[in-house]
T-cell receptor, first 110, second 114 residues
């Protein structure tokens, strides 16, 4: 089955700086890679996703890049704000379900 | 307002007791999932269902059971065989399994053994 590794597990940045979270996956058949943001005690919310036929996707301050050859994808957040503080999960599509990374706790320091 | 509703938000279980967590969706999604979330462990799949009256074990199904009698509902029972049930449980749904569509999550149930 699919295996997803996510790094780092914790990340602290100063407000206004950029944050990068990286994930690798094992199944070359995976073709869909979403990112979720989970605030404390709340449900994960989809923030951006990318499909295998696309190398990069951007939505305002958030971007995701995908390298299918190397089987890794990354989340980039620019001009970070305190409200970006949360746990971020990457995921990769398996045969019947998404497989999630273990999460990155992002802290944005004002 | 479409979405997934989980209840209760907090649940306390005594030793040796079975408890059932509710998950209802009105999104007309075929696929539904149960995940367990522990600190530092991410989301681990317990069970999933692709269609009514069918469900499959996930990675950590031992000590849990489910049913899918209606498209809208996918309740999870935590049995007494689950020795460490304290966790945050998330239900999710999607249009279908194995597709390029993300999940919609419920707001979760926090289960504590007392």
């Amino acid at each position: 089955g699919e295996n997803v590794e996510q790094h780092p597990s914790t990340l602290s940045v100063q407000e206004g700086d950029s944050a990068v979270i990286k994930c690798t996956y094992s199944d070359s058949a995976s073709n869909y890679f979403p990112w979720y943001k989970q605030e404390l005690g709340k449900r994960p919310q989809l923030i951006i996703d990318i499909r295998s036929n696309v190398g990069e996707k951007k939505d305002q301050r958030i971007a995701v890049t995908l390298n299918k050859t190397a089987k890794h994808f990354s989340l980039h957040i620019t001009e970070t704000q305190p409200e970006d503080s949360a746990v971020y999960f990457c995921a990769a599509s398996g045969s019947y379900q998404l497989t999630f990374g273990k999460g990155t706790k992002l802290s944005v320091i004002p | 307002d479409g979405g997934i509703t989980q209840s209760p938000k907090y649940l306390f279980r005594k030793e040796g007791q079975n408890v059932t967590l509710s998950c209802e969706q009105n999104l007309n999604h075929d696929a539904m999932y149960w995940y367990r979330q522990d600190p530092g462990q991410g989301l681990r799949l317990i069970y999933y269902s692709q269609i009514v009256n069918d469900f499959q074990k996930g990675d950590i199904a031992e000590g849990y059971s489910v049913s899918r009698e209606k498209k809208e509902s996918f309740p999870l029972t935590v049995t007494s065989a689950q020795k460490n049930p304290t966790a945050f449980y998330l239900c999710a749904s999607s249009i279908a399994t194995g597709t390029e569509y993300g999940y919609t999550f419920g707001s979760g149930t926090r289960l504590t053994v007392v």
